[in-house]
């Protein structure tokens, strides 16, 4: 295990998390702003991809599940993007339809914001998402974050930056959570 809160664990993934994880990304409602829902071969390359960025990084993306339950519901976690030009620690988060609006990407992202700053060295870390992902934005303002930027992205159309630094995230660093 990586990180604990109050209602999840956030860990490694595993080659065992395909079925959990391919019912996750492959759902086109979950998936609505990317290009495409993934198929069988994209989520494998998937878990493949955030294991080889735990060994390159020492992060990445982790399955996020459910303590009372032991359910993998999605992923929450860091990973190195490009995003206008520039390659930047990015918080990202993807939960499962029938788990939306019960708090968890919020719970998670904040953990994995407090876990980022206590074990890595960088100065802030952001998030990014499509300009119509409303959801994700305000996530990304529970946990502290500011719109930094809207920019031109081919991918998107148009993408939002957020981000907060090191000193405002340590004011909001929750006391009594283990997220070593």
């Not at 198929?39 to 990445?60: P, S, T």
């Not at 996530?139 to 930027?149: C, E, N, R, V, Y």
Request: charged residues 25%.
């Amino acid at each position: 295990m990586i990180i604990e809160t109050e209602r999840l664990y956030l860990r490694a993934y595993s080659p065992e998390d395909f079925e959990a994880a391919f019912a996750v990304f492959s759902d086109p409602e979950t998936m609505q702003h990317y290009p495409a829902p993934f198929d069988a071969e994209r989520v494998r390359g998937w878990i493949k991809w955030n294991q080889e960025n735990y060994r390159r990084y020492g992060f990445g993306l982790w399955a996020v599940v459910l303590k009372e339950t032991g359910a993998f519901i999605g992923d929450c976690g860091i990973t190195m993007q490009q995003i206008d030009g520039e390659t930047l620690p990015e918080i990202g988060y993807h939960i499962a339809k029938q788990h939306w609006r019960r708090g968890y990407a919020k719970e998670a992202a904040a953990a994995v914001r407090d876990w980022f700053f206590r074990h890595t060295e960088y100065d802030a870390v952001c998030a990014c998402m499509k300009h119509t992902n409303t959801a994700s934005y305000r996530t990304a303002l529970a946990i502290g974050m500011k719109k930094q930027k809207a920019f031109p992205d081919p991918n998107n159309g148009i993408s939002v930056l957020c981000m907060i630094d090191r000193k405002t995230a340590q004011a909001l660093f929750e006391p009594g959570t283990d997220n070593t």
